[in-house]
């Protein structure tokens, strides 16, 4: 599970991508891809491998005027299955 003080990152080879063709936000890795919501494209966009789980949500959690506990589980639950795939590491 990813901690408050964790800083999520994209390892090598894994970026964000606009797909034209399809119109649509893409997570891509080597011979993987996943097709992003906004909500994933927003968190993801939110990444850049120096800020910290916790300032992530509440970054997210202003620019939405969203609950920022909403905001960290639901996150948590999108970053952690990520991670499951390979698509994301943390640094702790």
């Known amino acids: 599970m990813i901690a408050p003080a964790d800083i999520p990152y994209l390892p090598r080879g894994v970026r964000l991508h606009f797909d034209k063709v399809r119109d649509n936000w893409m997570l891509l890795a080597p011979e993987r891809a996943i097709r992003l919501?906004?909500?994933g494209?927003?968190?993801l966009s939110a990444i850049d491998g120096e800020k910290s789980f916790q300032a992530?949500?509440?970054t997210l959690?202003?620019?939405y005027n969203a609950p920022a506990e909403e905001i960290e589980k639901d996150s948590a639950g999108f970053l952690n299955a990520l991670k499951d795939r390979r698509f994301l590491e943390v640094r702790r």
């Open 37 to 39: 919501d906004p909500i």
């Open 41 to 43: 494209h927003a968190i």
């Open 56 to 58: 992530i949500t509440q």
């Open 61 to 63: 959690s202003q620019t």
